[in-house]
């Protein structure tokens, strides 16, 4: 596995030990339909939060939540309405962008709440 990709994990699982301490339940990780893949699903009382996971690992110019295209937006719309009908669920969808930014042998990591809307 490439350094790249271990680094994917990695920041995966930073974002999840947050937000079991921010007291969510992770309900599912690397859910897959069709051609989307949503890397968290995590729950909270009634939110269902649908969570993608950016991690860099130097200072780009670009904001790391910029990087969601519109069309990875729709991929991650259409596998969260599959997830919550498949599984029959009466919560309030949130999309989320935890953003983890690694520098030397630190993290910093930002939790960005209803960071896109429906399109």
Same mark, same amino acid.
Request: hydrophobic share 40%; charged share 30%.
């Given at each position: /596995? ?34 989307? %893949? ?39 719309? /259409? ?29 910093? /990591?930002?939790?960005? %709440? ?6």
């Amino acid at each position: /596995m490439g350094k790249h990709n271990e680094f994917g994990k990695e920041g995966e699982q930073i974002a999840v030990d947050y937000l079991l301490k921010q007291g969510y339940k992770i309900t599912y990780r690397n859910y897959r339909y069709l051609k989307a %893949e949503i890397d968290i699903i995590a729950q909270k009382e009634k939110i269902l939060a649908i969570v993608e996971v950016r991690s860099r690992s130097s200072n780009f110019i670009e904001n790391i939540a910029d990087t969601i295209t519109p069309k990875k937006i729709k991929l991650l719309v /259409m596998a969260a309405d599959h997830y919550v009908t498949e599984a029959n669920l009466d919560v309030e969808v949130r999309f989320d962008i935890i953003t983890i930014l690694k520098n030397k042998q630190s993290f910093e /990591m930002e939790h960005l %709440e209803n960071a896109f809307f429906h399109f």
